[in-house]
């Protein structure tokens, strides 16, 4: 049988989504520029339906303002591909479904859509916990192909919610 994500990439699901499990934890995933790839990530693992609630696709800025209350007047001062948007984004997903962890994830996959001051390979990364502080990262994964920007992201936030955790 062959794998659609690297190992890696699968154990670091496996361990994140022990841990959730472990602690009776409910996480959303509300995603931009990898297209719900974290989300079948997670349920490439049996068993994710303990921890796992739902994923959000938000790839147009409609569906973030829509489907998680990102105000459009934020996004239309900072892009959307931004450390203020990751941040409501993962906020409004923890707003919209009954978890305890959302992540999000905005940035530019390319090849195309980059620009000077937000070039391809620029992604934000938020995980939101109820009850403690959130945490965004900015990434600068360079214009490694847009496959390798997207696993990069999904290696990024798995770890970013790991360290949310402990």
Do not use: H
């Not at 997670?42 to 409609?62: C, D, K, Q």
């Not at 923890?94 to 390319?110: Q, W």
């Not at 390979?121 to 009850?131: E, S």
Request: glycine letters at 10%; proline letters at 4%.
């Amino acid at each position: 049988m062959s794998a659609l994500f690297p190992p890696d990439l699968r154990l670091q699901a496996e361990a994140l989504l022990s841990v959730l499990q472990q602690r009776s934890l409910r996480l959303a995933t509300a995603e931009s520029c990898t297209g719900g790839l974290l989300a079948g990530l997670l349920t490439e693992i049996p068993g994710a339906s303990a921890t796992l609630e739902r994923g959000f696709v938000t790839y147009s800025n409609a569906a973030k303002t829509t489907l998680l209350g990102v105000d459009a007047q934020l996004i239309a001062r900072v892009g959307a591909v931004s450390e203020e948007v990751a941040r409501a984004m993962a906020e409004g997903a923890l707003a919209a479904a009954p978890v305890d962890l959302a992540v999000a994830i905005t940035g530019i996959a390319g090849p195309d859509g980059g620009a000077p001051e937000k070039p391809v390979g620029l992604v934000y990364l938020a995980v939101v916990m109820k009850g403690r502080k959130n945490q965004a990262i900015e990434c600068r994964f360079g214009s490694i192909g847009r496959t390798e920007i997207r696993l990069a992201s999904l290696r990024e936030s798995l770890d970013l919610m790991r360290q949310a955790l402990t």
